[in-house]
């Protein structure tokens, strides 16, 4: 069992930033990988970001490619979503998602993320 706790989410104008975090813990030894989503109002979940737990690399979808930033940080089984230059169209609850070794997907809980002036 992996359990997710999601953080950092709020309300921001448009062109600012967030950091959002997503500490992770339970059988951090079978990690795979992490993820970040989001969900509209209306819309279905979509992919936003990713990151290898033993590499590091990444991949982000082109909505959010030059200004999101996926890391980890091993020492303390977390990762984090920074988010710059925000739209309205970034407003979404996160979702961040862990996959274990064994292909088992874990979800944490979301957080509000909300762009406006």
């Known amino acids: 069992q992996v359990q997710l706790v999601e953080s950092g989410g709020g309300l921001v104008q448009p062109g600012g930033s967030l950091r959002l975090s997503c500490a992770a813990s339970?059988?951090?030894?079978?990690?795979?990988?992490m993820a970040w989503y989001r969900q509209a109002p209306g819309k279905e979940r979509e992919f936003v970001a990713t990151?290898?737990?033993?590499?590091?690399?990444?991949y982000y979808a082109d909505s959010v490619k030059g200004r999101f930033t996926i890391s980890r940080d091993g020492a303390k089984n977390t990762v984090y979503l920074q988010m710059n230059s925000l739209e309205s169209e970034d407003t979404a609850v996160y979702y961040c998602s862990a996959r274990t070794s064994s292909s088992t997907y874990y979800w944490g809980q979301g957080t509000q993320v909300t762009v406006s002036s």
């Open positions: 339970g059988s951090i030894f079978r990690l795979y990988n």
């Open positions: 990151i290898s737990w033993s590499d590091g690399s990444t």
